[in-house]
């Protein structure tokens, strides 16, 4: 068998990777405190739930319009207006398996030999491995640790050139928890009044996920921007539900119907009762929200402050996400070995920097989506190995 060359360009995301490492030793009888993965460790909201059961019990079985339901399409619509004041016709809006194939078919639909895409760096993998999957050159904007991974307006736009096809923006951050300020937004924004070719790919998945009463500065303030941006955003992080598949972006007009096609050529649908269940996380009770923000808030407090503890360790404070991206390198050792010494000296799977990039030897990856209890053993753990 001989299969397409491109496939070779394609990486992937070694959260997946170090997740199957440390199930493996939990099998062998090893305790493995989990702070490698990103997702929410609470249980989806009970109203939720009910939701889709009610959903199933009625009859909810069968495909749906490829972009989603109408009235799950209306429901994100009110959302957004409620959110950010944006008018977002239903008709704009996508619904999709997660957030993930947002991400995939904007770099496809833009990405090709001889154009040029620029991504975050550290970034989510998706990014990166799917630009050069799509033939298009990749091109980091790199966030560094003495901006808090914000980055500057003027050094984005000098990576614009006639080739830019998309910029990827992702706020508040994955992996460093990095939170850029509304004022350097505006700035990218007028900016970008001089490149009116080049698209924008928000990736806003953590929306609500923002401490120290800070608002999401969100793109959707920017309508002057919206015939060529794509906004992501969706359920997996705020609502806890990463195994639903659930996510939704807006689109500019003209692109919704190739972004639909690759959705009839791909899965057909999201599942009908699921959409079902996600109209009933956007207008139903907030407080599961609130209440885990508070838990996330302390956790990030404890988890700053213990890695600041820790010799040859230096974190800062995440403005938003549930990551802490600290640099590790005056403990003599690189991100994977440090990473690799966690996992099997101290039984804490953490994720090294480099899978988020090339440049972030430096740096390893704290996921604090784990409870109090257990972010304080691991720092105690970590703390004996060193
Ligand atoms: N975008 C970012 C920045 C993420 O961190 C993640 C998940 O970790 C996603 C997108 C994917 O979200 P989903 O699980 O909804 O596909």
């Known amino acids: 068998m001989k299969i397409a060359e491109n496939y070779s360009r394609l990486g992937t995301e070694?959260?997946?990777?170090?997740?199957?490492?440390?199930?493996?030793?939990?099998?062998?009888?090893?305790?493995?405190?989990?702070?490698?993965?990103?997702?929410?460790?609470?249980?989806?909201?009970?109203?939720?739930?009910?939701?889709?059961?009610?959903?199933?019990?009625?009859?909810?079985?069968?495909?749906?319009?490829?972009n989603g339901t109408i009235e799950l399409r209306e429901g994100v619509s009110r959302h957004i207006k409620k959110m950010y004041g944006?008018?977002?016709?239903?008709?704009?809006?996508?619904?999709?398996?997660?957030?993930?194939?947002?991400?995939?078919?904007?770099?496809?639909?833009?990405?090709?030999?001889?154009?040029?895409?620029?991504y975050p760096e550290p970034g989510f993998p998706i990014y990166e491995s799917v630009i050069n999957y799509s033939g298009a050159k990749a091109v980091p904007m790199y966030l560094s640790e003495d901006k808090n991974?914000?980055?500057?307006?003027?050094?984005?736009?000098?990576?614009?050139?006639?080739?830019?096809?998309?910029?990827?923006?992702?706020?508040?951050?994955?992996?460093?928890?990095?939170?850029?300020?509304?004022?350097?937004?505006?700035?990218?924004?007028?900016?970008?009044?001089?490149?009116?070719?080049?698209?924008?790919?928000?990736?806003?998945?953590?929306?609500?996920?923002?401490?120290?009463?800070?608002?999401?500065?969100?793109?959707?303030?920017?309508?002057?921007?919206?015939?060529?941006?794509?906004?992501m955003d969706g359920w997996s992080k705020t609502y806890a539900m990463t195994g639903w598949r659930l996510g939704w972006s807006v689109w500019p007009k003209n692109l919704i119907e190739n972004v639909t096609k690759m959705a009839i050529n791909s899965y057909s649908c999201v599942s009908a009762?699921?959409?079902?269940?996600?109209?009933?996380?956007?207008?139903g009770p907030n407080e599961f929200v609130n209440e885990m923000m508070k838990k996330?808030?302390?956790?990030?407090?404890?988890?700053?402050?213990?890695?600041?503890?820790?010799?040859?360790?230096?974190?800062?404070?995440?403005?938003?996400?549930?990551y802490a991206f600290p640099n590790i390198s005056e403990t003599g050792m690189n991100g994977e070995?440090?990473?690799?010494?966690?996992?099997?000296?101290?039984?804490?799977?953490i994720v090294p920097g480099t899978s988020f990039g090339q440049s972030c030897t430096k740096y390893v990856r704290f996921s604090f989506a784990n409870s109090y209890e257990n972010i304080e053993k691991a720092l105690e753990k970590i703390?004996?190995?060193l």
């Not at 939990?26 to 490698?36: H, P, Q, R, T, V």
């Not at 003027?154 to 300020?181: A, H």
């Open 273 to 283: 009762a699921n959409q079902v269940a996600a109209l009933a996380a956007l207008e």
């Open 149 to 231: 991974f914000s980055f500057n307006a003027d050094e984005v736009l000098n990576l614009i050139n006639e080739k830019t096809r998309l910029l990827i923006i992702n706020n508040p951050q994955n992996p460093t928890g990095g939170l850029i300020e509304k004022s350097e937004i505006d700035k990218l924004v007028r900016g970008l009044k001089k490149f009116p070719n080049v698209a924008i790919f928000s990736d806003e998945i953590y929306s609500r996920q923002i401490y120290d009463g800070k608002s999401m500065p969100s793109f959707f303030y920017y309508p002057e921007l919206f015939n060529r941006l794509i906004v």
């Open 86 to 118: 944006a008018d977002i016709e239903a008709d704009r809006v996508f619904i999709a398996p997660g957030g993930k194939p947002s991400i995939f078919f904007a770099i496809m639909l833009f990405g090709q030999p001889g154009v040029e895409i620029i």
């Open 337 to 349: 070995t440090f990473a690799e010494k966690c996992l099997f000296d101290a039984g804490v799977a």
């Open 14 to 66: 070694n959260a997946f990777v170090i997740l199957a490492k440390a199930k493996k030793l939990e099998s062998e009888g090893k305790e493995i405190i989990n702070l490698g993965i990103g997702q929410p460790d609470f249980l989806t909201p009970k109203h939720i739930v009910e939701a889709a059961k009610k959903a199933l019990d009625e009859g909810h079985h069968g495909y749906t319009p490829a």
């Open 296 to 322: 996330f808030d302390k956790r990030r407090r404890l988890i700053v402050d213990g890695l600041n503890s820790l010799a040859g360790i230096k974190c800062n404070k995440p403005g938003g996400a549930f």
């Open 383 to 385: 703390k004996k190995i």
